[in-house]
């Protein structure tokens, strides 16, 4: 079955310091591969995706991901956190069939930047 | 445009009670998706649609019902509510697979 699972609960940073938030997969096919964030009292908005092509992908907020076949992940980066990045951080894999767009989510990694 | 809309943003309920939770999108999608949050468990498919005139039960679909109205419009009900039931409740659109957008949730509160 499909799964995602994200190890860190929490991960606390300063700010400035450069950030990875981990993420693996289990799907059998070449997955569609997403990150989003919350932030506290908000819905979630899209930061980036992976669909097939080039392995590292850009995002918004200077956010990067590098999909990792071998390894089945697909980590979160970003050089120089910023206060106002503390929120939660959930990845997600494309479920079923590519005609339905459902997503399996994580269990999701709340970020604390410390000043 | 104003994306992905949700009603009521607030709610609290009592144990019995029925009601209906509204979302509508603007941006064409065929898809919409209906999601429960609660602490720890990330987010959990409640149901969706695919396209207009089909619903599939997700994960979680047990004590809810949904309607899509029409293309732009999916529903929740839940018939009647029970404290298991408290939750934050997020609706969601997609022209599959893109990507989903998500609207501002409902907070959801059985007594």
């Known amino acids: 079955a499909q799964s995602v699972t994200q190890p860190d609960i929490h991960i606390t940073v300063s700010e400035g310091a450069s950030l990875e938030l981990r993420c693996n997969y289990s799907?059998?096919?070449?997955?569609?591969l997403f990150w989003y964030v919350q932030s506290p009292g908000q819905g979630l908005q899209l930061l980036l995706k992976?669909?097939?092509?080039?392995?590292l992908v850009q995002g918004i907020k200077g956010f990067e991901a590098e999909f990792k076949r071998s390894q089945s992940s697909f980590n979160l980066r970003k050089p120089s956190v910023h206060w106002s990045d503390a929120a939660e951080y959930f990845c997600a894999v494309g479920a079923g069939s590519s005609n339905t767009g459902k997503l399996i989510f994580g269990q999701g990694t709340t970020l604390q930047v410390k000043p | 445009n104003a994306g992905v809309t949700q009603t009521p943003k607030f709610q609290v309920l009592k144990t019995g009670q029925s009601m209906t939770l509204q979302c509508a999108q603007d941006m064409n999608h065929n898809s919409m998706y209906w999601y429960r949050q609660d602490p720890g468990m990330g987010l959990r498919l409640i149901y969706y649609s695919a396209s207009e005139g089909t619903t599939d039960k997700g994960e979680v679909p047990n004590g809810y019902n949904v309607s899509r109205l029409n293309k732009r419009e999916f529903s929740l009900r839940l018939e009647s509510a029970a404290p298991s039931q408290t939750s934050v409740y997020f609706c969601?659109?997609?022209?599959?697979?893109?990507?989903?957008?998500f609207g501002p949730g409902t907070r959801l509160t059985v007594l």
């Open positions: 969601a659109s997609s022209e599959r697979p893109g990507g989903q957008f």
């Open positions: 799907y059998g096919a070449t997955p569609y």
């Open positions: 992976y669909f097939s092509g080039d392995t």
